[in-house]
């Protein structure tokens, strides 16, 4: 049987995606992932599957199908950083699953502000509730991956309403793009401003 094999392409950029990443995708028979991500590699004429929403649908694919055709599933940013990752390994099996490690945004991020973040906590709002001001009181800083719900401004003022506003915040937008852009500033700043859906931000505690 065909291991299964999920592979992260970094942060958006094709010179940012790992060289095995590139191996393994070019031996495969199906590429598997989100649509702007199954663009980047439109040129290798790969039978694709868009998943889109639809998680369970994928699965159901990926298992009538695995045995004989070799699969990858391609992911943004890194496998291990808030991927799909842990979802594919419960709804598969661990043991069929070969991982490709890919550049985080947050890797990418800090490389471009040259700092380090090891003294930061990493976190993502995708869809999820994080008591992350409390967690900002205890670090140096941390980094949000965002989503339209927690875009950077509603993160700014949710800053100013807890009394928060002498922080900083770096807000990366379409991080590896040619229309990349990185904006530094205090919330009040930050709230007056529209930003692109691709974000995320760090915020540094300077207390």
């Given at each position: 049987m065909n291991k299964v094999y999920?592979?992260?392409i970094g942060p958006g950029n094709r010179d940012y995606i790992l060289p095995i990443?590139?191996?393994i995708i070019e031996e495969c028979d199906?590429?598997?992932g989100g649509k702007r991500n199954l663009e980047i590699f439109a040129s290798y004429e790969k039978e694709v599957f868009t998943y889109d929403?639809?998680?369970q649908g994928m699965c159901d694919y990926i298992s009538a199908n695995r045995n004989e055709k070799k699969i990858v599933v391609i992911v943004s940013g890194?496998?291990?950083f808030y991927s799909l990752l842990d979802y594919l390994q419960s709804k598969l099996g661990?043991?069929?699953i070969d991982v490709i490690p890919g550049i985080?945004?947050?890797?990418?991020?800090?490389?471009r502000i040259s700092k380090s973040y090891k003294d930061y906590g990493l976190y993502s709002l995708h869809g999820r509730e994080i008591r992350w001001m409390d967690i900002l009181k205890d670090k140096k800083g941390i980094f949000l991956l965002t989503d339209k719900k927690n875009s950077p401004s509603c993160i700014a003022k949710q800053l100013i309403d807890a009394g928060?506003?002498?922080v900083t915040m770096i807000v990366g937008e379409n991080l590896s793009y040619d229309d990349e852009k990185i904006t530094i500033d205090v919330p009040e700043n930050i709230m007056k401003q529209d930003f692109s859906v691709l974000c995320v931000v760090v915020i540094e505690n300077e207390e």
């Open positions: 999920v592979v992260g990443a590139y191996r199906v590429l598997v929403s639809n998680l890194d496998t291990g661990k043991e069929c985080s945004s947050y890797q990418y991020l800090f490389s928060l506003s002498n």
